[in-house]
Structure formats: C-alpha cells, structure tokens
C-alpha cells in the first residue's frame, strides 16, 4: 500500500551535478525514515545518505561535503543533491523509506523503490 517514486538519474560528466528526489506515496501514517542506497556493479548495496526522524541527517563518508540530503515531510519526499560527481559515484540508486500505515500506525515497515541509474563519465 506505500510506493516509493524515483526521479532525477542520467549520465553526467566528472564534476557535474545531479538531484534525485524519491516520493511516497500510499496509506501513510508517518515516515521514521528515508534515505537513499546505491548498488555498483559487482559491489554490495550501500547507504549513501538517511534523515531519521529527532536526528540529524546521516551520510556516509565519502558524500560528506558533495552530497546534501534533505526531507520534505509535507509531502513525502527526499531528495539528495550530488556535487562535484566523480566515476565512482556511478551506481544505481535506490530509494528507502520506514513507515507506518494509518491502518497500523504502530508498525513499521521498509519500502524501497526501483532505483535510477546515476552514470558519471570520465
């Protein structure tokens, strides 16, 4: 009943910028969560950036300083602003969200989206 929207991918030179913003949608009750995951080729799937609800926004290392995350409860939405892209950033990039339904709005769920290719080129 919660679906999670992804937009903003495509290819980019070294250097350049991307936003990718990620909509829920559904019988929501409340978000604890959202972030944003990437998987590169032959790698494990990784997090990249996460805002918590009462906490400050986590990032993993290698973003901090190129990557802001933000959240806009209003309207379900994360999005995550990339700069100064490099070609390790290439991966695809998958949306997640924690959240409770109004049908049980004490329980909590991960939702994911189907993810968008970010390719940087050299």
């Known amino acids: 009943q919660v679906q999670l929207v992804e937009s903003g991918g495509g290819l980019v030179q070294a250097g350049g910028s991307l936003r990718l913003s990620c909509t829920a949608s559904?019988?929501?009750?409340?978000?604890?969560?959202m972030g944003w995951y990437r998987q590169a080729p032959g790698k494990q799937r990784e997090l990249v950036a996460a805002v918590i609800s009462g906490s400050t926004p986590n990032y993993a290392d290698s973003e901090k300083g190129r990557f802001t995350i933000s959240r806009d409860n209003a309207v379900n939405t994360v999005s995550l602003q990339m700069n100064s892209l490099e070609p390790e950033d290439t991966a695809v990039y998958y949306c997640?969200?924690?959240?409770?339904?109004?049908?049980?709005?004490?329980?909590?769920?991960?939702?994911w989206g189907q993810g968008t290719q970010v390719t940087v080129s050299s």
């Open positions: 997640n969200a924690n959240v409770a339904t109004k049908f049980i709005p004490t329980m909590f769920n991960n939702y």
């Open positions: 559904g019988s929501i009750f409340s978000i604890k969560a």
